[in-house]
């Protein structure tokens, strides 16, 4: 049970529904609370997909079927963050354009880079190897609800504090952003540097 718990948290921590709410900063403004939540669901299926799939399949994705080595996909994850860090940094947290489209469309843009990431997948590779299949499956989509469920409840509280304290909200997300592109960008330049010497060991 202790092992199931560990496992549940290690991702749960990596999807972090606190700072995955300053990410969705735009779709949250935009869009009313039936509307985030059916996109965010989306998103979370989406996620929980491809989360099974690797911790079904584990490093055989990488070896069989990408032909490629884990370390390429650090690398690259990396690069995209610390592009994505560098925007929080000069746009604040409504940097991720993409995010600013019509909710039909951006479930997908939500579940990658946003939910899916090399953190994440490398998690769900972990959880595969501690527990069966059929286990390790169920602890990943639980962690997806919890933070996906944890994110909407967020939304609520916002549009409750938002009506009385709006601009207390604006600033808040404003420097929560700002730390968030610091903590974005050292984790994807450790991300890169974990891929370099992975292939430099090899």
Known sequence: MVGIIESGTLLLALLNPFLLIVYLVGPMKKLDQ?????VLIRAGIIAGIV???????????????????FASFQMFGGLVFIIIGLQFVFKGPT????LQGEAAHISGAIAMPVLIGPGTISASVIIGKRHE?????GIVLVAVF????????????????????????ERYIEIAGRITALYVGTVAVEMVMKGLKAWFDK
Do not use: M, N, W
């Open 51 to 69: 989360f099974c799939c690797f911790t079904v399949l584990g490093d055989v994705i990488f070896s069989t079927i990408i032909q490629a080595e």
């Open 95 to 98: 940097a991720i354009e993409i």
């Open 146 to 169: 919890v933070s996906v469920a944890i994110v909407v409840l967020l939304k609520t509280l916002h549009d409750y504090v938002q009506v009385r304290r709006e601009a207390l909200i």
């Open 133 to 137: 299949p059929f286990l390790a499956c």
């Open 34 to 38: 039936t509307q985030f939540r059916q």
